[in-house]
């Protein structure tokens, strides 16, 4: 007879959390399988830690978020965010699904274009584009929206020289009652930074207004706040329409919608906290539609949602390392696995479920990375049953920005898997290696040899 492992007696503090129709949650299941896919057999074939990504759960995301806006709308067009997520293979799920490129450096547009995105097709938004990043983007076609008057000035002196007519729209700012305000990036609405924009646009008469964009914040939980973004918005482009006679093709209101994360810090759970698709389609739809356009000059709305199409189709497992004891009587599990390429970890609480099957006790514990760095804490509090060295987790809810923001930071950075929708799995980004970064380096001759 096998020995049981010895738990020592507590008293079980019940983990309640919010009430559903079965009562409260005092347990959590264990997660041994991704999709037909038993966890311990990708760490086995893949390597510890590893990303992997769900496609069918991108795709089943991207079309409720294309239901949600366009049963509320006529005409909407989504346009994949690369910052939040650029590996190839994810990107062009999104395109399959007929969404187009929205990017924020020319790394990215050149990301875009390789993977066969039409120009005409790529926002393109940030507030760094150089000379010759402007000049691809105005021969493509692109749309190219306007951050800061410099970059006004430099695409008018383009538009003379190479006898083109850029199409451009501008970025706003502007107060929706969300504080702290975003007001770094574009023309402000309140001050009259945007008209002044506008009013030089139009009088070149060389560059085309074809848009008006608004990126008003992140992980935004408040739909209403979308509404009167939209109606400063659509009261500029009425305003155009006035003065100059001139239809805007498109507004876009940006990005932003929440994941169903836990930001830290919140009472409730990301998944109950978290509005859906619904609630700001219904928000945006109606003050576009009430804005008083008239329905042949109703403006195409345009979407750089990323956040909440993506997060939840992504999952880390990792190992244990080892567990200790912290002065103050806390369990301490240290996994392979660090903010080094869980970045999201210094916002959220992300869930955690033990990959393998564990008794009913449960205990707090403080969930450490490997990195030689103290501020490498995956999660501050988490109840977990005990796991041993070699026991395996899943961290959830991580596909957006990890593998954008990830850091070569004292560990390799790992492999990243896909599972399609056929629950196949296919690898599509290589474990990194030493070779893999030394092939980058150049060694002086004079440092080529040393004696100790």
């Not at 493509?140 to 006898?163: F, Q, R, V």
């Not at 239809?247 to 836990?262: P, W």
């Not at 008083?292 to 000059?297: A, K, L, R």
């Not at 709305?301 to 880390?316: K, N, S, V």
Request: proline fraction near 4%; charged fraction near 25%; aromatic fraction near 10%.
């Amino acid at each position: 007879m096998k020995k049981m492992q010895y738990e020592r007696p507590v008293i079980q503090r019940l983990n309640t959390g919010i009430m559903n129709k079965f009562g409260t949650r005092t347990e959590y299941a264990p997660v041994t399988h991704i999709e037909g896919n038993a966890v311990k057999e990708l760490i086995e074939k893949y390597g510890s830690p590893l990303f992997v990504i769900s496609e069918k759960t991108i795709r089943n995301t991207y079309r409720e978020a294309n239901r949600s806006f366009n049963t509320r709308y006529p005409k909407v067009q989504f346009a994949w965010s690369y910052k939040t997520n650029y590996l190839s293979a994810v990107c062009n799920v999104f395109h399959q699904e007929g969404s187009w490129a929205e990017v924020v450096s020319g790394f990215e547009y050149e990301k875009a274009i390789r993977h066969g995105v039409p120009g005409n097709k790529i926002i393109f938004n940030g507030p760094d584009k150089t000379e010759a990043e402007l000049r691809t983007a105005i021969e493509n076609g692109s749309p190219i929206h306007i951050d800061h008057l410099d970059e006004l000035y430099l695409i008018k002196e383009l538009s003379g020289e190479m006898k083109k007519r850029p199409k451009v729209a501008i970025r706003v700012n502007m107060d929706t009652g969300i504080y702290p305000m975003w007001d770094r990036f574009g023309f402000n609405y309140e001050n009259g930074q945007a008209w002044d924009a506008i009013n030089k646009i139009m009088l070149s008469n060389t560059i085309d207004l074809i848009g008006l964009h608004c990126h008003i914040g992140t992980f935004m939980l408040a739909p209403s706040a979308y509404a009167v973004a939209a109606s400063k918005l659509c009261d500029l482009a009425m305003g155009i329409k006035k003065k100059f006679n001139k239809n805007i093709h498109y507004l876009d209101l940006g990005g932003g919608f929440a994941s169903k994360n836990t930001l830290k810090g919140s009472y409730l759970q990301g998944v109950d906290a978290s509005p859906g698709f619904d609630q700001f389609a219904e928000a945006i739809s109606t003050a576009i539609l009430n804005a008083g356009f008239v329905e042949d000059e109703l403006p195409l709305l345009l979407l750089e949602t990323g956040r909440a199409m993506i997060d939840e189709a992504g999952y880390l497992l990792g190992t244990v390392i080892s567990n200790k004891r912290l002065s103050d009587g806390r369990r301490a599990t240290i996994m392979d696995f660090g903010v080094n390429i869980l970045f999201t970890s210094f916002w959220y609480d992300h869930k955690i479920s033990p990959a393998q099957e564990f008794s009913q006790y449960t205990e707090d514990a403080v969930l450490y990375g490997p990195l030689c760095m103290n501020i490498d804490v995956v999660r501050e509090h988490v109840t977990l049953p005990p796991l041993k060295r070699d026991d395996q987790v899943v961290v959830h809810t991580v596909g957006a920005y990890n593998m954008t923001q990830w850091m070569q930071f004292i560990a390799l950075r790992p492999a990243i898997v896909l599972i399609d929708c056929d629950d196949k799995v296919h690898q599509i980004r290589k474990r990194e290696t030493v070779e893999s970064i030394v092939k980058e380096e150049m060694m002086p001759d004079y440092l080529k040899s040393f004696k100790l």
